[in-house]
């Protein structure tokens, strides 16, 4: 059962992620992402983490890590905020949330 609501978290998070970046090219963004195999490739990492979507246009970035019920307790989360909040230059860091069963 527990590999079964892993795997099924980590659909849902790279789904979330998928959606995010069609959105955020549809905007006319630069986009790099993690997990999804996406061609322009990962972002890079920032303070021993990377995050799932940086989003570049003109001069603003913005950094989304796609969470889920089960991920945003978790203090790795928290932690990655954290580095991600105090990143030089970076404008937003924005967390998707979704019921997972």
Not at 24 to 39: F, Q, R
Not at 74 to 95: C, G, I, R
């Amino acid at each position: 059962m527990l590999l079964a609501q892993i795997e099924n978290d980590t659909q849902i998070r790279n789904r979330m992620i998928m959606a995010l970046v069609r959105k955020l090219l549809s905007e006319g963004y630069k986009v790099s992402a993690d997990h999804i195999g996406y061609p322009n490739g990962i972002p890079e990492e920032y303070k021993g983490y990377i995050p799932d979507i940086v989003a570049k246009k003109d001069d603003k970035e913005l950094i989304f890590e796609a969470e889920t019920e089960k991920s945003l307790p978790m203090e790795d989360t928290k932690l990655k905020w954290l580095a991600f909040s105090n990143k030089p230059n970076n404008d937003v860091l924005s967390a998707l949330k979704c019921r997972v069963s």
